[in-house]
């Protein structure tokens, strides 16, 4: 069993920045895989924001996000982080923490454990 703890989301301005972090304990051996973020706004499907392997080699991006959202981990401290910068009101959503052992890093359906979400507002 792994459990996924995330925070760092908060309500920010238009162009602003904050950097989530995803806390994992449990069974977090070399078996694992991809770490990935996923966000859901109201009313909407939940996506798929970012992901990372367990190495850290190997980063994907939903395109929206990229060139603003940068994706890390420390494996020593078994957290996963988030930098999302420039960030824009379509960015609100509450974001999830994931861990998948394989699958796709893109589909939620493939990922095994997720964490309670941190709500991220981004006003205009």
């Known amino acids: 069993q792994v459990q996924l703890v995330e925070s760092g989301g908060r309500w920010v301005q238009a162009g602003g920045s904050l950097r989530l972090s995803c806390v994992a304990s449990?069974?977090?051996?070399?078996?694992?895989?991809?770490t990935g973020w996923f966000r859901q706004a109201p009313g909407k499907e939940r996506e798929f924001a970012a992901a990372?392997?367990?190495?850290?080699?190997?980063?994907y991006y939903l395109d929206s996000v990229k060139g603003r959202f940068t994706i890390s981990r420390d494996n020593a401290k078994n957290t996963v982080y988030l930098q999302m910068n420039s960030l824009k009101p379509e960015d609100t959503a509450v974001y999830y923490c994931a861990a998948a052992k394989t699958g796709d890093y893109d589909i939620p359906e493939d990922y095994d454990y997720w964490g309670q979400g941190t709500q991220v507002t981004v006003s205009s």
């Open positions: 449990g069974d977090m051996s070399s078996n694992y895989y991809y």
């Open positions: 990372i392997s367990w190495s850290g080699a190997a980063k």
